[in-house]
């Protein structure tokens, strides 16, 4: 594995760790959780790509970074409402006139599983053609 494909899983388990954090709070701070669901899944797709030698832009839209990816994963197909969903939490969420309920906490958190069927730590995927 590529040490840049190796610093992407790093970020996004970061992300994936600190959602796991953040859902233990007392105080469940919405935003941020769907912000890091969001990231996470968004650098390992990044991971992927930057593994199999693809350049990618420098967007938030998981629907194009899934486009890129499901050639080395096709069944990221499947999660594609998801994963399009979890999108507008990476930049919308931010700023006033976007609040978020409890109900949208668990989807946005799950969606990581979702998308990878995995821990974090078990991809190993991302050499797969």
């Known amino acids: 594995m590529k040490k840049i494909t190796e610093e992407w899983i790093n ?4 992300d994936y760790l600190t959602v796991k954090q953040l ?3 007392e105080i469940l701070v919405h935003e941020s959780i769907c912000f890091h669901s969001q990231q996470c899944i ?3 797709m990044k991971a992927i790509l930057q593994e199999n030698e693809i350049e990618f ?4 839209d998981l629907s194009v970074s899934l486009e890129q990816c499901k050639v080395f994963i096709p069944e990221l ?3 594609k409402n998801g994963l399009t969903d979890l999108s507008i939490y990476a930049v919308d969420i931010r ?4 609040d978020i309920s409890e109900k949208e906490l668990f989807p946005s958190f799950y969606g990581i599983k979702w998308a ?5 730590q078990q991809l ?3 050499t797969l053609k």
């Open 57 to 60: 832009e420098k967007v938030h």
């Open 95 to 98: 700023y006033p006139g976007f």
């Open 116 to 120: 990878f069927c995995s821990t974090p």
């Open 42 to 44: 968004e650098k390992y």
């Open 77 to 79: 197909e499947f999660h």
């Open 23 to 25: 859902l233990k709070g």
């Open 11 to 14: 970020k996004a388990e970061k």
């Open 124 to 126: 190993d995927f991302l």
